[in-house]
Nanobody, 121 residues
Framework: VQLQASGGGLVHAGDSLRLSCAASGRTLSPYTVAWFRQAPGKERECVAYIAKVGDIFYADSVKGRFTISRDNAKKTIYLQMNSLKPDDTAVYYC????????????????RGQGTLVTVSS
């Protein structure tokens, strides 16, 4: 599985943005899918994931503002980001794994290149 994230850009605080992560190869249905982000000078953090067993996780910093979803038929993962804040500025990465689900990026077998989101105040 190869993953390609897109949809990043420059927005203002309070705006919305939707990121997409397109998968090539196998269907995503057997995989946990996740979004991570890394802000300048900070460690990469898990933003959200949907486990293949159905569990959904959101980081406290994005709860109520971000929504992760998946379209298995389109082999695409989405991250809808609303009420964006300058603190959301980061490079966003998508990831997938057939077995692991959790908050550690390196534990995901498949990891896409990032897309930059910049939120101006």
């Amino acid at each position: 599985v190869q993953l390609q994230a897109s949809g990043g850009g420059l927005v203002h605080a309070g705006d919305s943005l939707r990121l997409s992560c397109a998968a090539s190869g196998r269907t995503l249905s057997p995989y946990t899918v996740a979004w991570f982000r890394q802000a300048p000078g900070k460690e990469r953090e898990c933003v959200a994931y949907i486990a293949k067993v159905g569990d959904i996780f959101y980081a406290d910093s994005v709860k109520g503002r971000f929504t992760i979803s998946r379209d298995n038929a389109k082999k695409t993962i989405y991250l809808q980001m609303n009420s964006l804040k300058p603190d959301d500025t980061a490079v966003y990465y998508c990831a997938a794994d057939e077995v692991y689900y959790g908050s550690h990026f390196k534990n995901y077998d498949f990891r896409g290149q990032g897309t930059l989101v910049t939120v101006s105040s």
